[in-house]
């Protein structure tokens, strides 16, 4: 049994005001297509009103666009249609705003919750339109920033899962210095935290054209006993369980038998197909 833990509904025909059950069943019938048994369905939260300026930057604010109840309306409906669907948020994490996040959050129930690093300051590190500033930067501090982010979110024991864990590489830039020291880091602190990291098949539709973690990561992760998660971060249900052949043999060359999804933020393993 495999779940794709990492799917959005946010493009296409449907607006966040209505969220048809037929646009979820179209991800529903494509994850059968790909063997995929279970969806974890998550929203960016920047999306909602209720969390406006947790994610302080007017790239955010642009999008914030949508009350959470819609949401929640389409969660309660689709949970009593007894779909095979854990629901969640994928949440940004910005120093400071721990508080707020957790006020934030505690509005509903979830089964899980993704803690994201995107931003690194006002540098949407995944945004084409932000490379110049990204470039301003420099990459030894975009790299450097993102993983103290990346530990930060982890100890702020507010997620369940830490996501594509090494995403300034998107764009193929990688980085100048080997990482092996940020990967065991970062991982010290997800096995304190008793948190997932993510395999993301992501990058493989990306200019970078490979999974997120690079497979050193993995390993240094299932060494530690870090619990990993699965998901294709598709936006549209085309892409439910994109790559996951690709995902599943890079998590078991990385030693990995097992993958985790979540129901009321408990974790359940399932061994790998
Ligand atoms: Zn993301
Ligand atoms: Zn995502």
């Not at 080997?178 to 493989?204: H, I, S, Y």
Request: with cysteine; net charge negative.
């Amino acid at each position: 049994m495999i779940a794709d833990q990492h799917v959005h509904l946010e493009r296409g025909p449907y607006t966040p005001e209505n969220y048809p059950d037929a646009w979820l069943d179209r991800y529903l019938e494509q994850a059968a297509r790909a063997g995929v048994q279970r969806l974890g369905i998550v929203e960016h939260a920047y999306r909602f009103h209720e969390a406006r300026g947790l994610l302080p930057n007017a790239w955010a604010d642009a999008r914030c666009l949508y009350p959470l109840e819609t949401y929640l309306e389409f969660v309660e409906r689709s949970k009593a249609r007894g779909v095979p669907v854990s629901f969640g948020l994928e949440m940004d994490y910005v120093p400071g705003a721990e508080e707020g996040i957790a006020r934030f959050l505690a509005r509903y129930p979830w089964d899980f919750v993704h803690g994201s690093v995107h931003f690194v300051g006002d540098v949407g590190i995944d945004l084409d339109e932000h490379r110049p500033a990204a470039a301003a930067l420099g990459r030894v501090e975009i790299w450097r920033r993102y993983f103290a982010l990346s530990r930060m979110a982890a100890e702020s024991g507010l997620f369940d899962v830490l996501t594509h864990p090494d995403l300034p590489k998107i764009f193929g830039e990688r980085a100048e210095e080997p990482l092996d020291a940020e990967f065991a880091a970062t991982v010290e602190v997800l096995r304190r935290k008793d948190m997932a990291l993510e395999c993301n098949t992501a990058g493989q539709r990306k200019p970078v054209g490979e999974i997120y973690p690079v497979e050193g990561y993995l390993t240094v992760a299932r060494a530690a006993g870090v619990p990993m998660s699965i998901g294709s971060d598709a936006h549209v249900p085309e892409d439910v369980g994109a790559g996951f052949a690709d995902g599943i043999a890079l998590a078991r060359s990385a030693g990995y038998t097992e993958a985790v999804h979540f129901i009321g933020r408990r974790r359940i393993a399932e061994p790998l197909p």
